[in-house]
């Protein structure tokens, strides 16, 4: 179980450590839009009237889709 009272610095290898997740989906929408986002990870959320708020509201109640959007976050930050 995780403690919310831990200091930020003790996930120092984390490269999302400190990264939110509305930073990391605007991000993405920016530099892929949400068409090309939605054929790059297939869920309905990118597909069907897309916004930031559904979006983050399906990420933080499904932990399988939320990795594979931190993956292709990490996968292009040389690009941002």
Known sequence: MKDKNKP????????????KLATILESLV????????????NI???????????????LRRTPWAREKVEQLYLSIQAYL
């Open 30 to 41: 920016d530099h892929y839009g949400w068409e090309q986002l939605a054929s790059k990870i």
């Open 44 to 58: 309905n959320c990118f597909k069907k009237n897309p916004t930031i708020k559904s979006s983050l509201k399906f």
């Open 8 to 19: 930020l610095e003790e996930q120092p290898n984390n490269p999302l450590h400190g990264v």
